[in-house]
């Protein structure tokens, strides 16, 4: 055995040689999560090891043994990740059945790269038209499976990975801010999907307190410095929230004013959309050029609003312009807060929902106590009641906006009335 490890020695260090090389000209790869299924450890260390390398420090990585059986019985009871990469040895047709079974289970949002020990023309032909995204012939080396996840995630010809999520008030004090921060988080753990909050209101932004974060640089640093930023100088400005989540905080004084040209954002959103597959923007309720552009270069648009007359306008106007601004896009989503304040009079959420020709994703009641609590702690509403009705709302809503498949259609249009829901459990008891 000594001979054997002495003869294999210069082959070793011939390989590692040729992975530094190979490695020197990839980029480092953005915020997502990779989980890898493999049958041979001649798979599993190569990707163990690229799990370690400096250019993978920001991805999540999970290496299990186990083929596809394992993969599908894993995910029968856990969410999908960005990326799977899964070895099989099976035969070209075997495997493409076995695949079959793995993606009615899988998110469609999710990639797949096959490892296979058949270099096959028509297995490669197969797996891409069913929506594989690369096909691999084993034996593979570290540079092999980073080069083939950079290929994936960070062509620079492809379009940002990212998808943006605005939310943005009817009116100020509507709790816009409070539901953007808990959604982002509900996306982050429920998923275990890298998520980015863009606290866009660098004078009253609320992040850093709901999070407890205190970060000395942050928005303020990347708006005003267009021309330093990239991927590495956006990574230097988050703070890190949870395992799953990162925050671009604004600075929350007034030291001076924020004043923008239309698209001062727009830079800063399309990196921060090539680093993590959920980019969520807590946008202020003002009306200039720069909301005007943020709000109309989303990929979906949440607007809240309390059940009264002026937020009714608002909304309306707010709904009617971004429909002329997006005419291909869907209608934003709705969310109806803080309903059910005693002794206030208004309107119902069907009521305010109809002139704007919209089902609301969420219908919230008030809640001081749950909501207090949580933002004099700097905690999640999900930390301070994990079974609370709300926190399940927020959860829905999490599955709507990302286009999670684990949601099905419900007798009701959207996610529904929350209040009808709560009133029909006290009934039945």
Not at 148 to 174: L, N, T, Y
Request: aromatic share 6%; glycine share 6%.
């Amino acid at each position: 055995m000594s001979n054997l490890a002495y003869e294999s020695a210069p082959d070793r260090e011939e390989t590692r040689q040729q992975d530094i090389a190979a490695m020197n000209i990839l980029r480092p790869i953005p915020r997502i999560s990779i989980q890898a299924f493999c049958e041979t450890e001649g798979v599993s260390g190569p990707i163990e090891r690229a799990g370690e390398d400096r250019r993978m420090a920001k991805t999540h990585l999970k290496v299990h043994m186990g083929g596809i059986e394992t993969a599908i019985e894993f995910y029968r009871s856990a969410p999908t990740p960005n990326l799977i990469l899964l070895e099989s040895r099976r035969e070209p047709k075997e495997l493409i059945e076995s695949l079959r079974q793995l993606a009615e289970i899988c998110d469609p949002s999710s990639k797949v790269v096959i490892i296979g020990h058949y270099n096959d023309v028509w297995l490669y032909r197969e797996l891409i038209r069913s929506g594989i995204s690369e096909y691999v012939v084993a034996p593979v080396s570290m540079a092999d499976i980073v080069a083939v996840i950079s290929a994936i995630f960070i062509d620079p010809e492809a379009e940002p990975m990212g998808r943006s999520i605005a939310f943005v008030g009817a009116k100020g004090g509507v709790g816009s801010s409070t539901i953007a921060h808990n959604v982002a988080w509900s996306m982050s753990t429920l998923f275990s999907s890298e998520v980015v909050v863009a606290d866009m209101d660098l004078a009253f932004g609320t992040a850093n307190i709901n999070f407890d974060q205190d970060p000395a640089q942050g928005m303020a640093e990347a708006v005003f410095s267009p021309e330093r930023i990239d991927e590495v100088y956006l990574d230097r400005l988050l703070a890190q929230c949870a395992e799953h989540l990162s925050l671009l905080a604004a600075p929350s004084t007034l030291e001076r004013v924020y004043d923008f040209e239309g698209d001062a954002f727009s830079q800063i959103i399309e990196i921060a959309q090539r680093s993590a597959p959920l980019l969520v923007l807590d946008v202020p309720h003002v009306w200039n050029g720069w909301t005007r552009t943020t709000l109309s270069q989303a990929d979906e648009i949440v607007i809240t609003a309390t059940p009264e007359l002026a937020n009714l306008r608002n909304a309306k106007n707010l709904i009617d312009t971004l429909r002329k601004l997006r005419p291909n896009d869907a209608p934003p989503h709705l969310i109806v807060n803080q309903v059910g304040i005693p002794k206030r009079p208004e309107i119902s959420a069907k009521d305010f929902a109809e002139p704007l020709e919209l089902t609301p994703l969420a219908v919230i009641p008030f809640d001081p106590q749950l909501f207090g609590n949580a933002a004099n702690n700097g905690r999640m509403l999900g930390e301070m009641d994990a079974r609370h009705a709300i926190v399940q709302s927020m959860a829905e809503m999490a599955h709507v906006l990302t286009g999670r498949s684990e949601v099905k259609a419900k007798k009701k249009p959207g996610i529904g009335n929350l209040l009808d829901r709560m009133k029909a459990l006290k009934a039945k008891k």
